[in-house]
């Protein structure tokens, strides 16, 4: 590799003259890196959370479920309308009929909670899972199945929405 005399790779910058002392020119992409390492922070970490909204049919024991059996902790709530719950880089938005996602569509669709989409959520254990969250009286729509990726279950909350759960197969 052929370097100028900067030190620099060569077609890197370009030297000039300015009166008597010479100047040496960074390419936009150079002096834009220096600037993010000049103001990058490098203790902070950045988390970029994942939001994903469920339709709930009570935003309260929405709340209890999630926080009580699944280890979600409370973000923010607006009683009965809406609330959010965050697991790691989760959020999970509860929205209820009287917030803004529960308003009727132009064409008088209701949102409503229920379906097949769900998040999953992933356990080392999920024979002791599904033990301990029946002992809670908790409602599953299968039994675990196994496959070449791991074994799952799908969890219904108290809106019908589904969790999965899933233990990834033993490497």
């Not at 620099?8 to 390492?37: I, N, T």
Request: hydrophobic residues 40%; glycine residues 10%.
């Amino acid at each position: 590799m052929t370097r100028n005399s900067s030190g620099l790779a060569a077609g890197v910058g370009a030297r000039y003259l300015r009166g008597s002392r010479a100047h040496f020119v960074w390419p936009d992409f150079a002096r834009r890196s220096a600037r993010r390492r000049r103001n990058s922070h490098c203790h902070r970490k950045i988390v970029r959370m994942v939001n994903v909204r469920y339709m709930v049919t009570d935003v309260e024991a929405s709340i209890s479920f999630y926080v009580t059996h699944l280890g979600f902790i409370v973000r923010s709530k607006a009683l009965p309308a809406f609330a959010d719950v965050v697991r790691g880089e989760l959020r999970l938005l509860l929205s209820g009929a009287k917030s803004s996602a529960g308003r009727p569509m132009p064409d008088g669709t209701v949102p409503a909670p229920g379906g097949w989409n769900r998040i999953e959520l992933v356990v080392d254990d999920i024979g002791a899972e599904v033990r301990r969250l029946r002992a809670a009286g908790l409602k599953f729509r299968n039994d675990i199945v196994t496959g070449p990726g791991g074994s799952q279950i799908l969890l219904e909350d108290p809106s019908g929405n589904v969790v999965e759960l899933f233990q990834p197969a033993a490497q």
